[in-house]
Structures are given as structure tokens and as C-alpha cells.
């Protein structure tokens, strides 16, 4: 016979308990009538009962998995960040001529979504001239490996937004890599090719920082801290506290 799972053995458990009770009270107390009284009185309750459970409880279970899906994902985003993303972002800013993007503790939730409006209204520009090619694929391709771990995770299967930066940084790391040693002396047509990837990435860097960077200011101030002590956009950034 097969053996019945544990869900099957608490129900019978739950139904005997049940039965025991309503026959230990008819045997002390009698009156019959009275039994059945508070037998269907509870079986009235019962679709209430459910309703709760299934509306309430679950809702309280729900929230609870979000809040850990989000911790993990904000984990495997930093990972990022501190793996490949600041160092992309301080070297496009260096690139860039409208670059100041210098947030600050007392950055309050309205203006890190003001902002993050405005970028997305705004094209980033980056002047490819200023970016050392060589040394960027060199950075990428040693991070090749590390970026496909990050695509199969199944963790940021739900990020859209992110899913995308990771798109576009493994392509902008093949678009490079497979050039070759002619990446110094290309036509004008492709660095402008290049330069529309290396403005994806950028334009997608920035918002996925802002996002992250209010998410430390919430939730790990100590994190946060180091991170605008270290801010990519700012030349004259030290993680030394003066």
C-alpha cells in the first residue's frame, strides 16, 4: 500500500481529534441535540474560517516571500555592482559631459524617483573618443564568465529591468571582443555603432544604481554609506571617512 503523505495523515489526525472531542462531550454531558447544536454552529463558522486563513494568512505569506525574494535579488545586484557596474560607471562618467550625478545622504525617496524620471526622459551621452576600448573589453571579457552566472540565476528571472543591463552588457562584451586587434582604427560608422551600446549600458547602469543605491539608504545604511563614499560619478570620491 502506498504510504499517505503528511498532509494526508494531519487531515485524519485533524478529523479524529475532532471526532473524539464531540463524542467525549456527548458522553460526559449528554443531550444529544445539544451536541449537534455546536457541531453545525462550528460547521457554519467554517467557511469564515477559510476565508481567513486563505485571505489573511496567505496575504501575511506572501508578503513575507516577497520581502525575501527582494533580499536575495538586492543581494545578487550588489554582487554586480561591486564585480563589474561601478567600475563601468566610472569610466562612462568619465565620458560623459553632462555627468554630477552626486547623491547624497539626505536624498529622500521623492527625489531618488524624480531623478530616476528625469534619466529616463534624458539620454545619457558618452563621448566614445575618451573611452579606452582596449581596456574596457579587457574588463569585460574577464567578467564573461561571471555575467552568464548572473543571467542563468533564477533570481532575476522577475527583474525585467535588470535582466535587460545584463542583456546589454554581455552583448556590448561580444561586440568588442569580436573585433579583434582592429578596435583602434575602426570607420566612424561602427564607433558610432558602438557608441549606441555603450550608451544602453549606460543609460540602464544609472537607473538600476539609483534603484539600488535607495534601496541601501532604506534598508542597510552602513552599505549605503560606503556606497556614496565611493560614488562612481564623483572624481573626487574616498572611501576614507574625514
Not at 526622459?121 to 574596457?136: A, M, P
Amino acid at each position: 500500500m502506498k504510504r499517505l503523505s503528511w498532509e494526508a495523515r494531519l487531515g485524519i489526525g485533524l478529523v479524529c481529534t475532532s471526532l473524539f472531542i464531540y463524542s467525549a462531550k456527548y458522553l460526559i454531558f449528554g443531550d444529544p441535540q445539544n451536541t449537534f447544536y455546536f457541531i453545525f454552529n462550528a460547521l457554519g463558522f467554517l467557511p469564515i474560517n477559510v476565508l481567513l486563513v486563505t485571505l489573511v494568512i496567505n496575504q501575511l505569506f506572501t508578503v513575507r516571500a516577497k520581502r525575501e525574494k527582494l533580499e536575495k535579488l538586492n543581494m545578487v545586484i550588489g554582487t554586480f555592482f561591486s564585480e563589474v557596474g561601478t567600475w563601468l560607471l566610472a569610466t562612462f562618467s568619465d565620458s560623459d559631459p553632462k555627468s554630477g550625478l552626486l547623491v547624497t545622504n539626505n536624498w529622500s525617496d521623492d527625489q531618488f524617483e524624480s531623478f530616476q524620471k528625469n534619466i529616463k526622459n534624458h539620454e545619457c551621452s558618452v563621448d566614445i573618443q575618451k573611452v579606452n576600448l582596449d581596456e574596457l573589453r579587457t574588463f569585460l571579457n574577464d567578467r564573461r564568465n561571471f555575467l552568464l552566472r548572473l543571467l542563468e540565476n533564477p533570481v532575476l528571472l522577475e527583474h525585467e529591468s535588470f535582466t535587460e543591463l545584463l542583456r546589454a552588457t554581455f552583448h556590448l562584451t561580444e561586440e568588442l571582443d569580436m573585433r579583434g586587434e582592429a578596435l583602434g582604427s575602426l570607420p566612424p560608422t561602427d564607433y558610432d555603432h558602438l557608441s549606441g551600446d555603450i550608451k544602453r549600458v549606460y543609460s540602464l547602469l544609472v537607473l538600476a544604481w539609483l534603484d539600488y543605491m535607495k534601496y541601501l539608504k532604506n534598508n542597510y545604511p552602513y552599505l549605503f554609506s560606503l556606497a556614496m563614499r565611493t560614488n562612481p560619478f564623483d572624481e573626487n570620491a574616498s572611501p576614507i571617512v574625514i
